[in-house]
């Protein structure tokens, strides 16, 4: 099932309110949990730079210690807030990138989402060795 939630500005609900308010919907959505879904700000195979302009996010399903799907989820690139939004809707456990702004990470923080920064280069080889480090490779 799709759902739309429009908080608008116009509330008077406080920002931190309206993110609240989104957050307790989201989690609330299906598939919340079971497999672990890892991402990553992809740019031609690689973690993209910059996170506020990320145009794609590499997803990447986990069970078992083992990556099981990736697929490649369009952006507009427009922000640290939509960007964040989308990896909530879309169920991401993890975010391997490289860096991130104080917001960034509080938002992230706010929404759930576990982040490891200081990562640049190959995308797969980045989150094969988070899988790694998990797993105590």
């Given amino acids: 099932p799709l759902l739309i939630l429009v908080i608008t500005k116009h509330t008077n609900a406080s920002r931190l309110e309206r993110i609240s308010a989104l957050k307790a919907i989201l989690y609330k959505m299906p598939n919340r949990g079971g497999n672990m879904v890892v991402a ?4 031609y ?3 993209a730079t910059d996170f506020n302009y990320a145009e794609q996010f590499k997803l990447y399903k986990i069970k ?5 799907t990736t697929d490649l989820v369009l952006t507009n690139g427009s922000g640290y807030f939509p960007l964040i939004s989308l990896l909530s809707r879309l169920n991401v456990n993890v975010l ?5 702004k104080a917001a960034a990470k509080k938002m992230l923080d706010e929404f759930n989402i576990k982040y490891v920064c200081g990562n640049s280069g190959d995308s797969d080889k980045a ?3 988070y899988i790694a480090a998990l797993n105590g490779i």
């Fill in 45 to 47: 195979g690689d973690i």
């Fill in 96 to 100: 391997v990138c490289g860096t991130l």
């Fill in 40 to 43: 990553t700000p992809y740019n």
């Fill in 64 to 68: 078992d210690g083992s990556i099981v």
């Fill in 127 to 129: 989150v094969e060795s």
